[in-house]
């Protein structure tokens, strides 16, 4: 059974440890990370598309001995396309990018996005990233987030998934400094800059 992206993200967000740090794109997909579980380890890309993959390379860069996942959606991705080969280039081997494709910009209205014709795993693949992986069931999710924690990076995991019918999650309720201060202290045990 094809599952929501809500769904997908509190099934991956459940197996997290302190040591994978999440950078989450924007809309709902933050809203949903924050609500399947908030903790200092998870940076929120408040009002800001398309660069999560970019900031978290910079701290896998910075952190190579900590796994950072982003947890990215198919129009983010799309926006932010040269992240990819930007990414696979500078090849960080503690760099998880999943990528939860819902074929849509869910939190604007629901418009479609490119992704129903354009394989995000295949582009993944060619940008040059060292394991790509495509699920689209809670099995085959989970069983991919196991083997993929194990695998030298940059990884990629597409998630197809469908959008969330219903309200959507509460807002994070934090400002950004405050996010980036608790992030910064759970990485350094401080808050200064990286």
């Not at 398309?50 to 950072?68: C, K, R």
């Not at 503690?94 to 295949?122: C, K, M, W």
């Amino acid at each position: 059974m094809v599952l929501t992206t809500r769904q997908a993200i509190f099934a991956v967000a459940r197996q997290l440890t302190n040591h994978e740090r999440v950078v989450s794109t924007t809309g709902y997909i933050c809203r949903d990370t924050h609500a399947a579980g908030d903790r200092p380890e998870n940076f929120y890309m408040i009002g800001s598309m398309g660069i999560a993959s970019s900031t978290a390379m910079g701290i896998a860069l910075a952190q190579p001995g900590e796994t950072v996942v982003v947890f990215d959606g198919d129009g983010a991705a799309l926006m932010g396309l040269g992240a990819l080969p930007a990414i696979a280039s500078v090849a960080p081997e503690n760099l998880i990018h999943v990528v939860f494709d819902n074929e849509a910009y869910a939190s604007t209205g629901r418009q479609p996005t490119y992704s129903s014709s354009v394989d995000l795993a295949a582009l993944a693949q060619a940008a040059g990233y060292r394991v790509v992986r495509k699920v689209d069931t809670e099995a085959a999710l989970l069983s991919a987030w196991q083997e993929i924690r194990k695998q030298r990076g940059p990884v990629f995991l597409l998630v197809k998934c469908v959008p969330d019918e219903g309200a959507p999650m509460e807002r994070v309720g934090l400002e950004p400094e405050a996010i980036t201060a608790r992030f910064m202290e759970a990485i350094h045990g401080t808050n200064e800059r990286f």
